[in-house]
């Protein structure tokens, strides 16, 4: 991509077997969603595939969403359990895999609670939870004052 203006599938098709990856264009078309890739101008008018320039931004924020959500985790073997308030599993398992840690292999999210899957090998340091208990408490008063107005009305 930062090589190469490729504008279509077909054209990154093509450009990944030249490199020896086989892939047909169901795949590219899949992978471009989970890459996050994105179509920019190019000078002629055309358009091509890059690597967005809010990566960084995204890591910003995955990280602010992890400080935010995460209450406690705890591991065992190659699964961590990381508890969250209700709701709040699904965006810190986003967060996880967008981060793309090497030593990790995929997240499963439930309402509260989820299961990060990591690597072998890899050693736990539990820290302190992410967030203070008056920091959550304060976030699930303000959540229940907008909810009680919310029902008045």
Same mark, same amino acid.
């Given at each position: 991509?930062?090589?190469?203006?490729?504008?279509? !599938?077909?054209?990154?098709?093509?450009?990944?077997?030249?490199?020896?990856?086989?892939?047909? !264009?169901?795949?590219?078309?899949? =992978?471009? #969603?989970?890459?996050?890739?994105? #179509?920019?101008?190019?000078?002629?008018?055309?358009?091509?595939?890059?690597?967005?320039?809010?990566?960084?931004?995204?890591?910003?924020?995955?990280?602010?969403?992890?400080?935010?959500?995460?209450?406690?985790? =705890?591991?065992?073997?190659?699964?961590?359990?990381?508890?969250?308030?209700?709701?709040? &599993?699904?965006?810190? &398992?986003? &967060?996880?895999?967008?981060? =793309?840690?090497?030593?990790?292999?995929?997240?499963?999210?439930?309402?509260?609670?989820?299961?990060?899957?990591?690597?072998?090998?890899?050693?736990? /340091? /539990?820290?302190?939870?992410?967030?203070?208990?008056?920091?959550?408490?304060?976030?699930?008063?303000?959540?229940?004052?907008?909810?009680?107005?919310?029902?008045?009305?």
């Amino acid at each position: 991509m930062r090589d190469h203006d490729i504008s279509t !599938q077909t054209g990154l098709v093509n450009e990944l077997g030249v490199h020896g990856i086989a892939v047909n !264009q169901s795949t590219v078309s899949r =992978d471009i #969603k989970a890459l996050g890739l994105v #179509k920019t101008p190019r000078p002629d008018g055309g358009y091509c595939y890059s690597v967005p320039t809010n990566v960084v931004a995204l890591t910003e924020r995955s990280i602010r969403i992890l400080r935010e959500f995460v209450n406690s985790v =705890d591991g065992s073997g190659p699964i961590a359990v990381v508890h969250t308030d209700s709701g709040n &599993a699904h965006p810190v &398992a986003e &967060a996880i895999d967008r981060l =793309d840690l090497d030593n990790v292999v995929g997240t499963i999210a439930g309402e509260n609670t989820l299961l990060v899957i990591v690597r072998e090998g890899t050693h736990w /340091v /539990v820290r302190s939870p992410a967030r203070s208990a008056a920091s959550r408490q304060s976030s699930v008063s303000e959540g229940h004052r907008r909810r009680t107005r919310a029902t008045r009305r």
